[in-house]
């Protein structure tokens, strides 16, 4: 039986990766990318590399990893007259919920089904596709596109209608910045207060301050030898990205009328790192930049 073709678009940290996950559960995958690193890199782990028009012609399932909602809005633009009828779209990028929405718009008018399916796991969760997918769209969409999503990830979680899966990325995300910055102000404090990493971790891990930015992703070495911290905060998840989420949760804040003050006091700080030339260093990295008092509240 022939193999279920699949468009790839975005073949980038994320995306390439995801894609060679595809070809090796056994689908045959087209991709397309600007940047001729991320197509040669593509090339090698089997993906085939063609316009988009031409990738999108062949394919039953398009999957898109972009920086953008706008990257999405217009690349579906470009590709809608092109698309086999009743395709599936699947969005894996991060971005607005309005985008996401205005996507499944977009695949509805045209005769298709949509899916938004943004991660959590970073490019480790890509690359031993062990991502979660949080997604929005119907069941029927769904239960298409769940194989294909089970061949990228691990754990996929029915968020609700188009754009339940954004939402929940942006809310998560803005909880783990707060919490994040959280536990490095715990570690900032104890150390003024001449109160050992591990002593602090030992009481808050198994206490009411435990959480996951503590136990999982400590932001000091030590505690958790796995944590970026442990090697020179290198990413893992970096500064910039996260930023790219809390903006996400601001605008939504925005958009809903929302009380959110730790969440734009979390973007406030991680700008001011980002701006400080941290924006490649993983986002635990914040608690150097609390202790040098590099805040600007
Ligand atoms: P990236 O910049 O490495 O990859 C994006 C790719 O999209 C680039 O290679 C770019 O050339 C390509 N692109 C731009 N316009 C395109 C178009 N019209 N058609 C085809 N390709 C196009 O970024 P990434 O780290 O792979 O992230 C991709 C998405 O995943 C983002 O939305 C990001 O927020 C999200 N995300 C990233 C991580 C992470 O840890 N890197 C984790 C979770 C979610």
Same mark, same amino acid.
């Given at each position: $039986?022939?193999?279920?073709?699949?468009?790839?678009?975005?073949?980038?940290?994320?995306?390439?990766?995801?894609?060679?996950?595809?070809? +090796?559960?056994?689908?045959?995958?087209?991709?397309?990318?600007?940047? !001729?690193?991320?197509?040669?890199?593509?090339?090698?782990?089997?993906?085939?590399?063609?316009?988009?028009? !031409?990738?999108?012609?062949?394919?039953?399932?398009?999957?898109?990893?972009?920086?953008?909602?706008?990257?999405?809005?217009?690349?579906?633009?470009?590709?809608?007259?092109? *698309?086999?009828?009743?395709?599936?779209?699947?969005?894996?990028?991060?971005?607005?919920?309005?985008?996401? +929405?205005?996507?499944?718009?977009?695949?509805?008018?045209?005769?298709?089904?949509?899916?938004?399916?943004?991660?959590?796991?970073?490019?480790?969760?890509? +690359?031993?596709?062990?991502?979660?997918?949080?997604?929005?769209?119907?069941?029927?969409?769904? !239960?298409?596109?769940?194989?294909?999503?089970?061949?990228?990830?691990? &754990?996929?979680?029915?968020?609700?209608?188009?754009?339940?899966?954004?939402?929940?990325? =942006?809310?998560?995300?803005?909880?783990?910045?707060?919490?994040?910055?959280?536990?490095?102000?715990?570690?900032?404090?104890?150390? &003024?207060?001449?109160?050992?990493?591990?002593? *602090?971790?030992?009481?808050?891990?198994?206490?009411?301050?435990?959480?996951?930015?503590?136990?999982?992703?400590?932001?000091?070495?030590?505690?958790?030898?796995?944590?970026?911290?442990?090697?020179?905060?290198?990413?893992?998840?970096?500064?910039?990205? $996260? *930023?790219?989420?809390?903006?996400?949760?601001?605008?939504?804040?925005?958009?809903?009328?929302?009380?959110?003050? *730790?969440?734009?006091?979390?973007?406030?700080?991680?700008?001011?790192?980002?701006?400080?030339?941290?924006?490649?260093?993983?986002?635990?990295? =914040?608690? &150097?930049?609390? &202790?040098?008092?590099?805040?600007?509240?």
């Amino acid at each position: $039986m022939t193999p279920t073709a699949i468009a790839f678009l975005g073949l980038g940290n994320m995306g390439g990766p995801m894609a060679a996950n595809l070809v +090796r559960a056994g689908y045959r995958v087209m991709g397309f990318d600007p940047s !001729e690193d991320a197509c040669a890199a593509a090339r090698e782990a089997g993906i085939g590399i063609a316009p988009a028009h !031409e990738a999108v012609a062949q394919a039953a399932v398009v999957v898109t990893m972009l920086p953008s909602g706008r990257h999405l809005l217009s690349a579906l633009t470009d590709m809608l007259p092109h *698309l086999s009828p009743g395709s599936l779209l699947v969005d894996c990028s991060t971005i607005d919920v309005d985008s996401a +929405r205005a996507a499944h718009a977009l695949a509805t008018e045209g005769g298709h089904l949509g899916l938004d399916a943004p991660v959590s796991g970073g490019v480790g969760g890509a +690359r031993a596709a062990t991502l979660t997918f949080m997604v929005g769209g119907s069941g029927a969409a769904l !239960e298409r596109g769940r194989p294909v999503l089970e061949a990228m990830g691990q &754990r996929i979680v029915h968020c609700g209608a188009g754009g339940a899966g954004q939402a929940a990325k =942006i809310c998560n995300n803005m909880l783990l910045g707060i919490s994040m910055i959280g536990v490095a102000e715990a570690f900032v404090l104890a150390e &003024r207060l001449g109160l050992s990493h591990q002593a *602090l971790f030992d009481v808050a891990s198994t206490s009411s301050g435990q959480c996951w930015s503590l136990t999982s992703y400590c932001p000091v070495p030590g505690p958790v030898p796995t944590s970026p911290a442990n090697d020179g905060y290198r990413p893992g998840f970096a500064a910039a990205l $996260m *930023l790219k989420d809390l903006r996400l949760a601001a605008d939504a804040a925005t958009a809903t009328g929302s009380p959110t003050p *730790l969440g734009a006091a979390a973007e406030r700080l991680y700008a001011a790192f980002v701006a400080a030339g941290e924006g490649g260093t993983d986002f635990s990295g =914040i608690v &150097r930049h609390l &202790r040098d008092d590099g805040v600007t509240e």
